[in-house]
């Protein structure tokens, strides 16, 4: 059976080409692993051992700028990833009551991925569309004035896609 490295060859080919392409190694880490998790989705042990022999770094230095930054995530996640902003705007028109809706649809609770890996969810801080409040945004696609009863809509939108591929 393949390991995670040899299973993502093609990968690991497409991050050593942007770290070879950087004019200095020093100072590039983060610049390194916010390219890696877009090319991943995610930051295994894999792909941090890699990101710190490639800039000749110590792998718990690396570690220790994933687990520090919310930004970067060892886990993956979905296919569709939902965001409920709980920002006070979104959270004061009922922004909670729709990710509680999203947990019990879905089955899973806010920074959880569903088994089949379609679906992640989390709630975020805030989105900067106080104006659209409560805002859920799905694959960067925002949806505006969300009310309970559209949550069901929502994840039935990719549900669907899946059909028809």
């Given at each position: ?35 890696a ?17 490639k ?42 009551k ?8 879905l ?23 106080c ?35």
């Amino acid at each position: 059976m393949c390991n995670f490295v040899d299973r993502n060859k093609n990968l690991f080919d497409e991050l050593d080409g942007f770290i070879n392409s950087l004019p200095t190694k020093n100072g590039a880490l983060i610049q390194v692993l916010h390219h890696a998790q877009g090319i991943f989705g995610y930051l295994p042990r894999e792909v941090q051992l890699y990101v710190a022999e490639k800039l000749d770094l110590s792998p718990a230095k690396v570690y220790g700028v994933v687990s520090f930054y919310s930004y970067f995530t060892t886990e993956p996640k979905g296919e569709y990833k939902i965001s409920v902003c709980l920002g006070t705007v979104c959270f004061v028109k009922g922004s909670d009551k729709i990710l509680e809706k999203f947990e019990d649809l879905l089955g899973i609770k806010s920074g959880e991925t569903t088994k089949d890996s379609k679906f992640s969810l989390e709630g975020l801080r805030c989105v900067g569309a106080c104006g659209l409040a409560p805002v859920v945004v799905v694959n960067g696609k925002v949806y505006g004035h969300v009310k309970l009863d559209q949550v069901e809509d929502i994840i039935n939108e990719y549900k669907a896609l899946e059909v028809n591929c």
